[in-house]
T-cell receptor
Framework: GAVVSQHPSRVICKSGTSVKIECRSL??????MFWYRQFPKQSLMLMAT?????????EQGVEKDKFLINHASLTLSTLTVTSAHPEDSSFYIC???????????FGPGTRLTVT | DAKTTQPTSMDCAEGRAANLPCNHS???????VYWYRQIHSQGPQYIIH???NNETNEMASLIITEDRKSSTLILPHATLRDTAVYYC?????????FGTGTSLTVIP
């Protein structure tokens, strides 16, 4: 149980375009979902927290207009990187938590490359 | 900011127990300690969590000191597939803030 998927696993896009990453909880209802970013040889950095049906809460320094997060249902959250730049190239990882569990379950990650 | 400190790296012989320490001296009374690991280019994998009592599951054991200021993750019989970065996390609010973790290398 407690499986989280992400799609796509890898994406290459051109500078200036937008890309959407999906995060799904496959076998549980995720009342809260989280988005992280990880640069090479660094730790995970929390970007934002979203509760189903509410606006996401962004960490300090994360541009909400650039990283659009939607948590439309209890099993799906999306992260849209708008007007992508090469410096947005990173490993994006989501996690999900249900109302009755303490732990977060992480997706496999999405490797974004902006050319 | 992460509320934990861990050694940067450790080695362990295959088949032996791996003991990974973590300091969390500013932990509050109702904050849990979580352990995850990340194998290269994958999402973190949940291992175990605890509040004040020692915990054991099929993957590992978690020993939390009585004052809760530190903990140790124990992998009882390390295998080569346990080579990964291990993160000790104390939740802050509803969020996880990852520290730098310990890079564990299991040596044949």
């Amino acid at each position: 149980g407690a499986v989280v998927s992400q799609h796509p696993s890898r994406v290459i896009c051109k500078s200036g375009t937008s890309v959407k990453i999906e995060c799904r909880s496959l076998d549980f209802q995720a009342t809260t979902m989280f988005w992280y970013r990880q640069f090479p040889k660094q730790s995970l950095m929390l970007m934002a927290t979203s509760n189903e049906g509410s606006k996401a809460t962004y960490e300090q320094g994360v541009e909400k207009d650039k990283f659009l997060i939607n948590h439309a249902s209890l099993t799906l959250s999306t992260l849209t990187v708008t007007s992508a730049h090469p410096e947005d190239s990173s490993f994006y990882i989501c996690s999900a938590r249900s109302y009755d569990r303490y732990e977060q379950y992480f997706g496999p990650g999405t490797r974004l490359t902006v050319t | 900011d992460a509320k934990t400190t861990q050694p940067t790296s450790m080695d362990c012989a295959e088949g032996r127990a791996a003991n990974l320490p973590c300091n969390h001296s500013t932990i509050s009374g109702n904050e849990y300690v979580y352990w995850y690991r990340q194998i290269h280019s994958q999402g973190p994998q949940y291992i175990i969590h605890g509040l004040k009592n020692n915990e054991t599951n099929e993957m590992a054991s978690l020993i939390i000191t009585e004052d809760r200021k530190s903990s140790t993750l124990i992998l009882p019989h390390a295998t080569l597939r346990d080579t990964a970065v291990y993160y000790c996390i104390v939740e802050f609010g509803n969020q996880f803030y990852f520290g730098t973790g310990t890079s564990l290398t299991v040596i044949p």
